[in-house]
């Protein structure tokens, strides 16, 4: 194996490493990052194992993700009465909840869209309700989307390694 051949295969591994965890923050584009690794292995092999198929399949679980990313929060969100202010209020507290660690991440999406949705209306009931919605979308979003995500490596890996 050359040179150029194991830095593809580093770019490939990073890129799917990155979409992983992409799927988990809401500041790095997940699936796509995932699609765009798998690709380049694909790409690497000349499609021998992950052909066009293969590649449809995992575009179509890429595009079910990102729809999803949308979907989840606002369902969540709309499902408790919030406004979408409160959505974005709990999209900024989810990324800067990443900085205060595991308490942070369960916490900082309730308290922005609790914040969110209290420039909207001044009724702190309301605003826990939203708060409690738009977390329960973001979490069920992500879970999803960590699903999809798991979908997409798990099918490019049995069609690299166990089917051929």
């Known amino acids: 194996m050359d040179l150029a051949t194991i830095g593809l295969w580093t770019l ?15 500041v790095l584009p997940g699936a796509p990052l995932l699609f ?3 690709l ?6 000349r499609f021998a194992y992950i052909g066009m198929g293969t590649l449809s399949v995992i575009l179509l679980l890429m595009v079910l993700a990102v729809a999803v990313d949308f979907v989840a929060s606002a369902f969540g969100a709309r499902r408790y009465g919030a406004s979408s202010r409160a959505v974005l209020g709990a999209t900024i507290g989810a990324i800067v909840g990443l900085f205060f660690g595991i308490p942070g991440v369960l916490l900082g999406p309730f308290v922005g869209a609790v914040i969110g949705e209290l420039t909207v209306r001044r009724d702190l009931a ?18 999803a989307k960590l699903a999809l995500g798991f979908a997409m490596v798990g ?10």
């Open 12 to 26: 490939s591994g990073v890129l799917v490493a990155v979409g992983l965890a992409g799927l988990v923050l809401p």
């Open 40 to 45: 380049v292995a694909a790409w690497i092999d």
């Open 126 to 143: 309301a605003a826990g309700r939203a708060g409690v919605g738009a977390t329960i979308g973001l979490a069920l979003g992500t879970a």
């Open 155 to 164: 099918t490019a890996v049995v069609m690299r390694f166990w089917l051929n």
């Open 36 to 38: 765009i690794g798998i």
